[in-house]
């Protein structure tokens, strides 16, 4: 087996099994579920997401956290940038968290069970946080004063709060763009030996800027995230990385092949 203490060699006898597909996918279905669940439990909270929406603006501007609209305001200075950002919040978040797993599940089987489960825990506990803590974003706060960006330039993911079946709008608080952004950098930095990887840090910090620039999240939304996902990372073990021989340099194993042709050599 090859390998340089780099868990990229996932061959071999010590490899970890790939669990299941048919079963991971209906933990992800499961998950989908539980999050629909989630959307019809949190209807008729609208009163107290806008409440708890003034609370946070207000201790946010008492910790002099800066102001959301200094980012929007970037983001404004030209329609291509918002569209970008729109079409970032719109179709990158999912579509990149699954093939972080996707890519994990192929070729570091160990270090896919290990994100998938940080990932559900954080989506479990987001959830909860959720239905505790309904908060509508910045964007519907009036006394925010920011654009819904979405709305007037598009792409929107969101139609009227009312209609909207499918997501939870007034679940602003954590922001599981964020966190899962910030999850996918921190797996593949884990994964992957390549000293580009630090680079994968520009996804949580791009999703970051498009979600508070679009006024689709707090700064508190964000931190909340961050949190969470150490708390889970705190908990769950990295994978042990498998047993492997290293790989002796060219001339010591000449060397190696010499000494066994003289003992073959020897015993005739």
């Known amino acids: 087996m090859r390998a340089r203490s780099d868990p990229a060699g ?28 989630g959307r019809q439990l949190a209807a ?8 708890n929406a003034r609370d946070v603006w207000g201790f946010e501007r ?21 569209h970008v950002a729109n079409a ?14 996707v890519w994990l599940y192929l070729r570091r089987p160990a270090h896919y069970v290990w994100a998938r489960r940080t990932l559900a825990a954080v989506t479990g506990a987001a959830l909860a946080l959720h239905l505790l803590f309904p908060l509508a974003p910045p964007r519907m706060l009036t006394a925010a004063g920011l654009v819904d960006t979405a709305r007037v330039y598009g792409p929107s993911v969101y139609g009227p709060p009312s209609t909207d079946e499918l997501s939870n709008q007034f679940a602003a608080m954590p922001s599981l763009h964020f966190g899962w952004a910030l999850m996918l950098a921190v797996g593949l930095i884990v994964a992957t030996r390549s000293r580009l990887r630090w680079l994968w840090l520009l996804h949580p910090l791009v999703t970051l800027l498009v979600i508070v620039g679009t006024a689709n999240h707090y700064w508190l939304d964000v931190l909340a995230a961050a949190a969470l996902l150490g708390l889970a990372l705190a908990v769950l073990r990295l994978p042990h990385r498998p047993r492997c021989t290293l790989h002796r340099r060219p001339a010591a194993r000449r060397r190696a092949v010499a000494r066994e042709q003289e003992l073959v050599g020897a015993g005739r």
Request: hydrophobic fraction near 55%; charge should be negative.
């Open 10 to 37: 996932a061959a071999g006898p010590d490899a970890p099994a790939r669990p299941p597909l048919v079963r991971e996918l209906l933990l992800v279905a499961g998950l989908f579920l539980v999050y629909k669940a």
């Open 88 to 101: 970032y919040y719109a179709a990158v978040h999912f579509p990149a968290t699954v093939a972080f797993l």
């Open 62 to 82: 008492a910790l002099r956290l800066p102001d959301e609209g200094a980012v929007q305001s970037l983001l404004l200075h030209g329609d291509t940038l918002v």
């Open 44 to 51: 008729g909270h609208t009163a107290e997401a806008f409440r």
